[in-house]
């Protein structure tokens, strides 16, 4: 660019009045001379183009008016802009927004101190009496390049821009959707020779009640999918591809979508939509929680709202559509009640075999219980989270009578790990390896080998991925010596990533779905009773490695579960019920650790309801059944099918 260049300034209108006039004033009056003003009316329903006219008439027809034959919508008419400019470079403003009289002069100064071939600038809200409703948005906040330019929140921003023309002509707007700016502005930066940006210049963008943006919700408004996959197949080629898809996935997805969603105020329908549309997120298979710039913002402002954003994507990543729910639902008390429902990482330390063997030295020295506790670790690829599985066993302040470790024929390195583990720690402590010469197919087999094969009173079937605090095991023995007919004892759990970062500290309210607060509290329960008032209706225990167990005979009921995929736990839980009493105690001293590849797909989700179905008859054969409980399982399914978009078949 050079000194003097043309700029074609291109100002789209549709049934804006009240605000035209000012928009029309500021551009007219800019101190830079080289403008070609396009303006052009979408068919407005109001006084919008009489207004046009008499500004076209005022300014001596300074600037190029037009009409669209009929409503095209704004990136129909921003493309049509484009066609009929005559400037190199373009620049667009929205017609009830306006900018200061210098605005364009230093756009222009700027691009031709730094050779570039695009400018961004920042954004000022205000509300629609011009006066300042926020402070001023960066566009750039760290060094000027295209990536950083991308990964920001106004990177989509057609209008605190100039782009040059070619550019745009490569790639129009998306036409006939919403935020169709996205397909267009974000290509053209990547595609642009050099960027620069500055903070000289600002937009001043006017937020009123009737504008696109601002407008009721609509599911037009998750348009943004289809224009962000526009958007990322025009870049593809970048040497850079990977870097750009992530941030803007993240300020063009992630965002968009919570603040689509926080919009909802019915519960129900926010529910439906999270649902609906997860799968369509997940498609990108995003990882915005491993951009470099990301973690470091994180860890420089845990309490910054991007560290809400990283925790949604999360669970959007995992598929939880109830915890997003829930995440949503805190946005607007972020600072408060944000802190209780996220905790800190837990597993923080080293983790090797020499202190397993310390730990193995420490747990041999504790005093004999009288109820001997068998713990049972089922692996299955599980090597680079055995250590700190077995760590958090060897951990307990109380005495474990016997470790069994089972192996079901593992892939990775899990067996050698086992073998060194066991050949250093077999002369301190009471344990032992049991491998499986062919797969079981599923965890069910190996806990009901590892409920056969334990010598304890009590099972505590420890998966190997999972962990827990070292008073566990301690408490759910202190319920089972005050009442020696409890069955199962169970602590309240908290989820964790791969790598142990907590992202839910309690599980309670995604178990207690007829929100009874019956698990607010630590309680012990005739197991009968606890089917027919809550386990009727869901899984009320998340994970078995929260539990003790009894030690029985399970062989008619692990045949049982054998045909369930995704439900066969609920069923197992409930068989223990039925033969005494259940304890839980109201502290989140398990932590259960989700993987990636448990996203729940459309099909996992269909069967995941047909097997609940077949439990509820499985429970009304063997338990009964009344009004109450067919009711509430009636609008169980209902809200699954709703919040899962599966349908009978």
């Known amino acids: 660019m050079t000194i003097g260049e043309k700029i074609s300034v291109i100002i789209p209108c549709y049934n804006v009045e009240n605000f035209v006039k000012k928009c029309i004033d500021s551009i007219m009056n800019q101190s830079y001379e080289n403008l070609e003003v396009i303006v052009i009316d979408d068919k407005s329903t109001d006084n919008t183009y009489e207004i046009l006219k008499n500004l076209h008439k005022e300014y001596n027809e300074k600037f190029v008016l037009l009409q669209n034959e009929k409503n095209g919508g704004l990136a129909y ?12 470079y373009i620049g667009f403003i929205d017609s009830d927004d306006y900018v200061a009289k210098d605005y364009y002069e230093c756009l222009v100064r700027k691009m031709v101190e730094d050779n570039a071939d695009l400018i961004v600038n920042d954004i000022q809200l205000v509300d629609e009496d011009g006066k300042e409703i926020a402070p001023v948005t960066k566009a750039c906040n760290e060094k000027i ?14 209008c605190n821009k100039i782009i040059r023309k070619d550019l745009l002509e490569k790639y129009p ?22 960027v620069t940006y500055t903070e000289d210049a600002v937009y001043n963008y006017v937020q009123r009640k009737g504008s696109i943006q601002n407008s009721e919700f609509s599911e037009k408004r ?17 040497k850079d591809y990977k870097k750009y898809r992530d941030v803007i996935i993240l300020h063009q997805i992630l965002e968009i979508y919570i603040y689509i969603i926080i919009e909802i105020e019915d519960e129900e329908k926010r529910l439906y939509l999270i649902e609906k549309y997860i799968e369509k997120i997940q498609q990108y298979n995003f990882k915005v929680w491993k951009i470099s710039n990301f973690n470091a913002f994180i860890r420089m402002h845990r309490k910054n709202i991007r560290w809400y954003y990283y925790l949604v994507s999360k669970f959007l990543a995992f598929g939880n559509a109830n915890t997003i729910n829930r995440l949503i639902r805190l946005r607007k008390n972020f600072k408060t009640d944000f802190k209780k429902l996220i905790g800190k990482n837990k597993e923080k330390g080293k983790y090797t075999v020499e202190e397993l063997v310390k730990l193995a030295k420490k747990q041999s020295k504790l005093k004999e219980e009288k109820i001997k506790i068998s713990a049972v670790i089922p692996n299955y690829n599980y090597k680079d989270f055995l250590i700190r599985r077995i760590y958090s066993i060897l951990n307990q302040t109380t005495k474990i009578y016997e470790v069994i470790i089972l192996d079901d024929c593992s892939k990775d390195d899990s067996r050698k790990l086992i073998d060194e583990i066991y050949e250093k720690t077999k002369d301190i402590i009471n344990i032992r390896k049991i491998y499986n010469t062919q797969n079981s197919g599923g965890a069910f087999p190996q806990w009901a080998k590892g409920i056969e094969e334990a010598k304890g009173e009590y099972v505590w079937i420890a998966e190997a991925d999972d962990y827990c605090n070292k008073n566990m095991i301690r408490t759910l023995l202190n319920k089972v010596e005050e009442d020696r007919d409890i069955k199962i004892a169970y602590v309240d759990t908290a989820f964790t990533d791969y790598k142990g970062n907590i992202f839910l500290k309690t599980i309670k309210p995604e178990i207690d779905v007829m929100k009874t607060g019956h698990w607010d509290s630590d309680f012990v329960d005739d197991g009968l009773t606890e089917i027919e008032k ?5 899984n009320t225990i998340a994970n078995v490695s929260s539990c003790i167990i009894k030690k029985d005979d399970y062989s008619n009921i692990f045949n049982e579960i054998k045909k369930y995929r995704q439900s066969g736990d609920w069923v197992f839980y409930l068989e223990i019920m039925s033969r005494g009493k259940i304890a839980f105690v109201n502290k989140p001293l398990n932590y259960y650790r989700v993987h990636e590849s448990q996203i729940t797909s459309q ?3 269909e069967k995941h309801l047909e097997e609940i179905k077949e439990i509820y008859k499985y429970i009304t054969e063997k338990y009964g059944t009344n009004e109450f409980q067919e009711k509430k399982r009636e609008e169980r399914i209902a809200f699954l099918k709703r919040v899962w978009n599966v349908g009978d078949k």
């Not at 295209?146 to 921003?157: E, Q």
């Not at 707007?173 to 050099?194: M, Q, R, T």
């Not at 998750?222 to 970048?238: A, G, M, Q, Y």
């Open 77 to 88: 008419t921003r493309n049509k802009g484009v066609k009929e400019a005559t400037g190199n």
């Open 603 to 605: 099909m996992k989700k």
């Open 173 to 194: 707007f998306y036409e006939g959707k919403i935020n169709e700016d996205i397909a267009s502005v974000l290509p053209c930066v990547v595609h642009s020779n050099k």
């Open 145 to 158: 390049n295209k990536l950083n330019i991308v990964d920001n929140g106004l990177a989509a921003s057609a």
């Open 222 to 238: 998750f348009d943004t999918f289809e224009t962000v996959s526009l958007c990322l197949d025009r870049i593809k080629d970048e």
């Open 534 to 538: 809550y386990t009727f209706l869901n």
